[in-house]
């Protein structure tokens, strides 16, 4: 049976960029790009808690749908959604203060959706070969996003965002042509050597020091974009320099798409190579990730910088989170995936409000939100406290689930040094943002309004959260069953 | 094409691209570089193309062209289209590795290239996988440019050089990965590349210059 | 409850109540005469306690019922001491009220009262008696406690009665080493807890040295007099457990008859004059130590005391 | 201790605001009887268990009660009770935000929640829960600098503290959801070294939210700079969450242990203990020196709770179930004295817009209610006869000299040592709740703010008389928790059958001589006391003289005018320099000299700060070292291309490496 319904989210988000590149930024084109993002979140739905079969495959096997890529789907569609409804705002406030024109509100209304094609692609993917194009096509879409603003700072992000990144992709690329060929000389035959299905059956027989080779290549190769350890340097200062919702889409979601590419590569490197190996990796690479990312928020000056680094933190744990390869484990590690993606798109939205009021990202010049307007401190604040892993949100879900699943994995060691480093993490962000929004206002200023629609999104994000966090059913059904796919 | 003529082939190909960039880390004029660059691509080319004729699929004749085409032709253009731009002088200035120690750097990464691929060989001795350390070694070889050059277009250079490698190994090893995923991989370098390109000219307009260690105001 | 229990209990408060400023003449009237003076004579304090009560009684302006009350504490908490102490007899029914660490709170509390009446008038005397006597007491309380404890593990109770039977029952208890030592740490503490010398000197008004007359500078009349009284039946009532842990001889252990009680009266009598007529001895060779030097002397005592305890476990064990 | 310019009355000068605080204050007081009567209910066996599975997913809450939840229940409703009443007065004068009054009974909820918790990740989510709504309240005045420090210092510590116990309790559960009623079968097949783990990391976990040293050093903070009510139920209820967790898991859930078990929490126990007391003697803040005072009983409690290990690790469960009675008989006693006293301080603080000592005075006069109030309180808290802590103490004593460990010699030598440390702490104990009623109430008022001072208003006098009322019940009344207590023990010494100590008029221990009577003592000495003051007035009469006022002797020199009054810092200073190694205070000496010669002096600054030493000796130095480290990375992040690069081709060489 032919699912061809499996492009459509593809396709939307295409035909949005179409039509933005060709009448540039009116009322339709915001339209058009919510409304992509929005059927993506809605197929997501459709796939994961429609009627037929949870796994369906296209064009050979080159395209799959299953519960994960239905999770990562929803979460794309949601954190889309949510951008691109505050990036209406975003944009109309640049314009109306001259700091973009309107070829650059176009090609920005035209990367967007071209921004979540190629993540849904990379979700979408069943084939280790398009989801690398797919990855590096997230790099090329997002370069002059993160370069959106010209000014000479964004020019150096987005300069060192290219550079590292295709650096690291590269790699991954070597990873990919060295696993085909293991593939290949294990019997598989070249058309579908590097469909991931293909892969996993094949492992027991490809070569061992090859795969070894390949899989190291690839943990680096695609870490790179999950923001891991050593090819993390990108991040802080792509994440800092891009507009505000743009910040939101790579911090939130981009980092853990490219994450969910290592946990189906775990799974082929697991068969392959036994557990060892893999675990190893993940447990080095995510605890120096971790170390990194909480060593550079403690003196974090920059907010925009400190929730980069509190993504780069995120992404360490669940990469030390995956090494304990249960379901359970992947459970906690969707589930952190969710509530970051919730709790730092709405922190990023906010503190692009926060930007474009002060016209600084400096945490001394942010200070007093609380005073100067009580509903964005209120969500911000709230944010916070799904940001560090607090009940009754998702985070929390999450970490109580990769906890219980090292306790279950003997893992207990790496688990204590990982969170006692999400402990120095924690510190840093309610001494930073705690301090931010409650300490006293220095700037003189009347209360500040922003649109409802930031609002709405701010607490659509949130209750999400809540949702997610506190009440099982359906979506826990839908997570453990994403998490059973990758998992041993 | 005898199988003794097409080992030579192959042979040459491999000498000719491992040549090309240790002239490349070599020669510190960007012109030369990028003729070198142009050259490693027909290389790289040369390989699906050589293996074409010999295995008679026209498949990888046509896939061997193009990327003759792409790495020969339109990547060292869009480069030199930048270095026509800049000003700033047409010389990698202060690498951070003068030329003596980069190229003692360059021999042992072409013994690292051997060690590592060694493996590979074990598996399957055919002329094409002799070839691959070398191809290894390319790779290697465009990670030092990658690292040790300071100016945007020399980074540039090392990456291409990189890829090149890694096509070269995906060539000689498997005989290219699948049409599809070799067509869009060399739509995304293209992309970068051009992406890189524009990058740099609007560096040289904001900064006068491309020093990459001009680009050290994001950090902590 | 029995009847001569009950008897017994009477006889040691209203014995103590009266004999209270008694001790004092006489610990004056020791070191007048070891001083070569003549002295006023042992009933002096009785005279003076006449006098006082005599008088108007006065309150300083801006203070508070904390003033007022704080003698009565100080009275009460003595007389339930004496209650529970057993001078007299063993058999007391009181002692199943309270064992020593009641003793030694309900003293405690007396003098807390006082240090709050000092605070209250507000003073510098005042307070600075009252900073001091905080910080001796905060140090006493250890003390007293190891050394009761020491005391209390041969007898298996903390109840005094059955310490001192414990002590009459064995005879030589002051010998062993736990017997000795904790003696030797409950007299320090009972003399820095009446305000004796080395620690306090009774007869002192310099601002630089005076403990306990700084926190009752404002008393004067009945209240004063009430004072004066108490501190005189602490003295007995301590340094009497003191003796009778010493040398139990005598006291009454159960035969309740007239005739013991009397014995136990006179042993007890003649004890506390004793031991009185030592510490005053003692009082007329020593000088008052630095107020800083206090806590030396403390914690000396206190390190006696746990050596009493450790050598308790060691020795006392077999014992049990 | 830090701030001695007098704050602005801020207390008055917000005008009343409407119902909002009889509606908060109603739903605490509803919020405290619901405590109670689930704890009526557990403690006679009534709750039975119930399992959510569809609210936190993957993982599902369970809950059931027993008695040790049930005693828990019971205070915490009591607590809340008064807390509540205290609070409709209360919030009519304070500036804090509408958001944070309402975490006052949801915080009060998630304790009940934390309580009726039946398994390990229902407890951690209560327990995190609770966290987050203490964390918000205690921002209540979030303006403060000082406030958002002591949040800061509260979030890092409550959360190492969760962590901790999250680790443990998922060991002692083996990562599943554990079921309370299992585990205590399970945990027994754990291999001895991660027992030795769960009891390490939970220890220190509950520890944290106990105050216990070293992990004490949020409290004093946090109590002091939350409002009133809050620094009530976070000492009182919160901090006894900590012995809950303790007693939970440590006790009941992990069982009999090695015997080193019973010897940290002992000498933790006994170090928080007399730290407490020492900084709680030398402090000046009145509620810092309330929070110091939570930590010294705390440590007391925890003594009590490592002796009851100890003993029952040597078979003596009679005196093991005495020290265990002991140990909760404190916990009720703090419970009900802390809350009054922090209430009260609340009262001062709303009065008169103070909280350092030094400046009070006087209202005694004043505030004569209050005061009394905080007398009731202070006794209780000084652990003297009569007092609240009596009873507990005296227990505890009496555990101690019974106890008789065989063999062990240096167990024979610890014992002493923890009477003296307990004896040391009542002293200290004692001289500070001394300080803060002598030198804060009594005496003349030492700064405008305690001179006008008035009344508080009637709901905040009702709350204080629910907890004098409380206090007095500890007091006097040890009877009334027989009960209670007698079926705590069946739950925590399962399968061992002891008499506890009896609790009557008379508090006995059965098969060992001692006892005492605090009706009595109290009876007796109030009569006495009565039968002294009429004495002294019918001596007066005789006289016909009536009584005069006269002023104070001021050595012939005047009216002595307040400053020459001894203040906090003043009174303690003997005990202070006594304490010096300990203590460290910082002194600070600035002598100015004369422009024309260095050799003469125009004026010389003195300043000596009691800072806490703990602080200072341990988390200084490893915040240093953590800044030391994070600056390394930093430094290495220089923004350099060149280096990210090179950073990636090590990546990819190490790779290589590993490969072979």
Not at chain 1, 211 to 228: D, N, V, Y
Not at chain 3, 143 to 158: E, M
Request: aromatic content about 6%; charged content about 10%.
């Amino acid at each position: 049976m032919n699912h061809i319904d499996l492009i459509i989210p593809v396709i939307a988000p295409l035909l949005a960029a179409a039509i933005s590149l060709s009448v540039g930024w009116r009322t339709v084109t915001k339209w058009a790009n919510s409304l992509a993002a929005v059927t993506i979140l809605g197929t997501g739905l459709l796939f994961a808690f429609g009627t037929r079969s949870r796994h369906v495959e296209l064009f050979g096997g080159l395209l799959r749908s299953d519960p994960l890529s239905s999770l990562l789907l929803i979460a794309i569609g949601a954190v889309g959604s949510l951008v691109t409804v505050s990036s209406v705002d975003y944009i109309e406030r640049e314009l109306s203060v001259g700091a973009t024109d309107r070829s650059d509100a176009r090609q920005y209304a035209t990367l967007v959706p071209l921004f979540l094609t190629t993540m849904v692609l990379v979700v979408l993917s069943n084939n280790l070969g398009l989801i690398w194009i797919a990855i590096e096509a997230t790099t090329i879409t997002t370069a002059f996003l993160v370069g959106h603003h010209r000014t000479r700072l964004s020019l150096e992000a987005t300069w060192k965002y290219v550079v590292i990144c295709s650096f690291g992709i590269t790699l991954a690329f070597l990873g990919t042509v060295l696993l085909y060929f293991a593939s290949v000389h294990s019997g598989s035959s070249p058309a579908d050597a590097l469909n991931l299905n293909t892969l996993v059956r094949r492992a027991g027989r490809m070569d061992k020091t090859v795969t070894r080779l390949a899989m190291g290549m690839l943990l680096i190769g695609f870490g790179t974009k999950a923001g891991l350890f050593p090819f993390h340097t990108w991040l802080a200062d792509a994440h800092s320099q891009a507009p505000a919702p743009i910040s939101g889409l790579m911090s939130g979601i981009l980092l853990s798409v490219a994450f969910t590419v290592v946990l189906r590569l775990k799974v082929v490197g697991d068969a392959a190579l036994g557990v060892g190996y893999v675990r190893n990796s993940l447990l080095i690479v995510g605890i120096a990730t971790l170390t990194i990312a909480v060593s550079l928020m403690v003196s974090q000056r920059d907010l925009k910088r400190l929730l980069a680094y509190s993504s780069l933190e995120q992404m360490g744990f669940i990469a030390v989170a995956s090494a304990a390869g249960t379901e359970l484990a992947f459970v906690g590690v969707l589930m952190v995936i969710v509530g970051n993606a919730l709790a730092k798109t709405v922190l990023f939205i906010a503190s692009g409000q926060l930007q474009s009021i002060r016209h600084s990202t400096l945490l001394e010049d942010l200070n007093g939100v609380m005073e100067s307007s009580r509903l964005l401190g209120v969500s911000m604040m709230i944010g916070l406290v799904g940001l560090v892993g607090l009940p009754p949100f998702a985070l929390f879900v999450g970490e109580l689930s990769i906890a219980r699943a090292m306790v279950n994995a003997n893992l207990v060691l790496p688990l204590l040094v990982t969170l006692l480093l999400l402990l120095v993490g924690f510190v840093s962000l309610i001494r930073h943002l705690g301090g931010m929004l409650l300490g006293p206002r220095t700037a003189d200023e009347a209360t500040w309004k922003a649109r409802p629609s930031v609002y709405v999104a701010l607490t659509l994000g949130l209750s999400a959260s809540l949702f997610v966090g506190l009440v099982g059913s359906p979506f826990s059904n839908l997570v453990s069953s994403a998490a059973a796919v990758v998992a041993r | 094409m005898s199988a003794s003529e097409f080992t030579t082939l192959l042979d040459l190909v491999a000498s000719v691209l491992l040549l090309s960039s240790v002239i490349i880390v070599w020669r510190r004029d960007y012109g030369a570089m990028i003729k070198l660059l142009a050259v490693q691509g027909v290389a790289v080319g040369g390989i699906p193309l050589v293996s074409g004729i010999y295995l008679k699929d026209l498949q990888l004749v046509v896939v061997g062209m193009m990327v003759i085409l792409l790495r020969g032709g339109v990547l060292p253009w869009v480069l030199s289209r930048r270095l026509a731009d800049e000003t700033a002088g047409s010389r990698e200035t202060k690498p951070l590795v003068n030329t003596t120690s980069a190229l003692f750097v360059t021999a042992l990464l072409v013994m690292v290239g051997y060690l590592v691929t060694h493996p590979m060989l074990r598996r399957a001795s055919t002329p094409e996988t002799r070839a691959i350390p070398a191809a290894f070694a390319v790779i290697l070889i465009g990670v030092f440019l990658l690292v040790s050059r300071k100016r945007a277009l020399s980074q540039g250079i090392g990456f291409l050089v990189m890829d090149n490698g890694i096509d070269a190994v995906a060539f000689l090893a498997t005989l290219g990965v699948p049409a599809i995923i070799e067509i869009g991989a060399s739509f995304d370098l293209l992309l970068v590349l051009a992406i890189l390109v524009i990058l740099t000219g609007r560096m040289h307009a904001k900064f006068k210059d491309t020093d990459l260690d001009a680009l050290s105001e994001l950090r902590d | 409850m029995s009847v001569p229990s009950v008897t017994g209990t009477l006889v040691q408060i209203v014995g103590a109540a009266a004999a209270g400023p008694l001790l004092i003449g006489w610990t004056r009237q020791v070191r007048a005469k070891l001083e070569g003076r003549q002295g006023a004579g042992v009933l002096q304090p009785y005279r003076d306690l006449r006098k006082q009560f005599g008088r108007q009684s006065i309150d300083p302006i801006g203070t508070t019922m904390v003033f007022a009350v704080a003698p009565s504490i100080m009275a009460a908490t003595t007389l339930m001491a004496a209650a529970l102490v057993p001078l007299v007899t063993v058999i007391s029914p009181a002692d199943r009220i309270g064992d020593m660490f009641a003793v030694v709170g309900l003293l405690l509390l007396g003098t807390v009262s006082l240090v709050l009446a000092g605070l209250d008038t507000g003073t510098a005397f005042g307070g600075m008696g009252a900073s001091r006597m905080t910080t001796i007491l905060a140090l006493v309380e250890p003390t007293l406690l190891v050394a009761v404890f020491a005391l209390s593990i041969p007898a298996g109770s903390t109840n005094l009665a059955g310490m001192v039977a414990n002590a009459a029952r064995r005879g030589d208890l002051v010998l062993s080493p736990t017997g000795a030592l904790a003696v030797i740490a409950l007299l320090i503490v009972v003399l820095a807890e009446t305000g004796r010398l080395p620690f306090d000197n009774p007869t002192t008004h310099l601002e630089l040295t005076m403990v306990h007359e700084a926190m009752i500078l404002e008393y004067s009349g009945p209240r004063l007099a009430i004072l004066e009284w108490s501190s005189g039946v602490r003295l007995l009532v301590l340094t009497g457990l003191c003796a009778n842990l010493i040398l139990p001889w005598g006291i009454e252990r159960g035969t309740g008859s007239v005739l013991s009680l009397c014995v136990a009266t006179a042993a007890i009598a003649l004890k506390v004059g004793v031991l009185n007529g030592l510490v005053a001895s003692f009082e007329v060779v020593v000088a008052k130590v630095r107020l800083f030097k206090v806590p030396e002397l403390l914690a000396g005592s206190f390190l006696i005391g746990l050596l009493a305890v450790t050598a308790s476990y060691f020795v006392g064990s077999q014992g049990r | 201790m830090t701030d001695l310019q007098s704050r602005p009355v801020e207390a008055h000068r917000k005008e009343p605001r409407g119902s909002r605080p009889l509606l908060v204050g109603t739903s605490t007081i509803l919020v405290g009887g619901l405590s109670i009567v689930l704890g009526i209910a557990a403690m006679s066996g009534g709750i039975a268990s119930v399992s959510i599975s569809w609210l936190l997913p993957f993982s599902g809450l369970q809950f059931s009660a027993d008695s040790t939840s049930g005693l828990f229940l019971l205070m915490n409703g009591a607590v809340g009770i008064a807390v509540g009443t205290y609070s409709i007065g209360y919030y009519r004068h304070s500036h804090s935000g509408t958001f944070s009054l309402m975490m006052l009974p949801l915080f009060l909820l998630t304790v009940i929640a934390v309580l009726l918790a039946g398994s390990v990740t229902t407890l951690l989510l209560m327990w995190e829960l609770m966290a987050v709504s203490s964390m918000l309240l205690l921002l209540t005045e979030y303006r403060k600098k000082e406030v958002r420090d002591a949040a800061q210092w509260y979030g890092a510590l409550t959360q190492l503290g969760f962590l901790a116990i999250l680790v443990g309790t998922l060991i002692m559960s083996g990562g599943s959801a554990g079921v309370f009623s299992t585990l205590a079968i399970t945990s027994h097949h754990l291999s001895e070294s991660l027992r030795d783990l769960v009891f390490v990391l939970t220890f220190i976990g509950f520890g944290s939210k106990a105050g216990l040293v070293p992990l004490h050093v949020w409290l004093p903070r946090a109590h002091a700079e939350a409002p009133g009510p809050v620094s009530a139920v976070m000492s009182a209820v919160m901090a006894a969450m900590g012995i809950y967790g303790i007693m939970r898991v440590d006790l009941e859930l992990l069982g009999h242990g090695p015997r080193w078990w019973g010897v940290v929490a002992l000498s933790v126990g006994a170090v928080s203990a007399l730290y407490g007391a020492l900084q709680a003697s030398v402090a000046t803040d009145l509620k810092r020196l309330l929070g110091y005072s939570t930590t010294e009983n705390m440590g007391i409690v925890v003594l009590a709770i490592g002796m009851s290990m100890l003993l029952g690790g040597y078979g003596q469960y009679e005196l093991a179930a005495v020290a265990l009675v002991a140990g909760t008989y404190q916990l009720l006693a703090h419970a009900a004295f802390k809350t009054l006293t922090f209430l009260a301080a609340g009262a001062v603080h709303s009065a008169t817009g103070l909280r350092n000592l030094d400046l009070m005075g006087g209202l005694a006069k004043r505030l004569p209610v209050t005061s009394s109030m905080f007398a009731v309180g202070a006794l209780g808290a000084s652990g003297l006869p009569l007092g609240a802590g009596f009873v507990g103490e005296w227990l505890l004593l009496q555990s101690l000299i019974h106890s008789h460990f065989g063999s062990s010699a240096p167990l024979e030598f610890a014992i002493p040592v923890a009477v003296g440390v307990l004896a040391l702490t009542t002293g200290l104990g004692t001289a500070a709740v001394v300080k803060a009623y002598g030198v804060g109430f009594l005496a003349r008022p030492r700064s405008k703010g305690a001179e006008s001072a008035t009344e508080v208003g009637l709901p905040m006098l009702a709350g204080m008389a629910v907890a004098a009322v409380g206090c007095l019940a500890v007091a006097i009344a040890p009877a009334l928790f027989n009960g209670v207590l007698t079926s705590l023990m069946t739950v925590l010494y399962r399968g061992v059958s002891v008499s506890p100590p009896r609790l009557g008029a008379i508090l006995s221990i059965p098969g060992f001589a001692g006892s005492t009577s605090p009706i009595l003592l109290a009876g007796s000495t109030v009569i006495l006391v009565v039968l002294a003051q009429v004495a002294i007035s019918s001596f007066g009469k005789t006289n016909r003289l009536p009584n005069r006022d006269a002023n104070l002797w001021a050595c012939g020199n005047g009216i002595l005018g307040e400053r020459m009054q001894y203040t906090a810092t003043s009174f303690a200073e003997p005990l202070q320099r006594v304490f010096d190694n300990v203590l460290k205070p910082e002194v600070g000496i600035e002598v100015t000299h004369y422009d024309e010669s260095h050799y003469l002096v125009e004026r010389v600054r003195y300043s000596r700060t009691i800072v806490d030493s703990i602080e200072d000796r341990i988390y200084r130095p490893v915040l240093r070292g953590f800044l030391w480290g994070a600056n390394l990375v930093r430094v290495f992040h220089s923004g350099r291309i060149s280096r990210y690069l090179a950073l990636g081709a090590a990546g990819l060489f190490v790779v290589l490496v590993v490969s072979h």
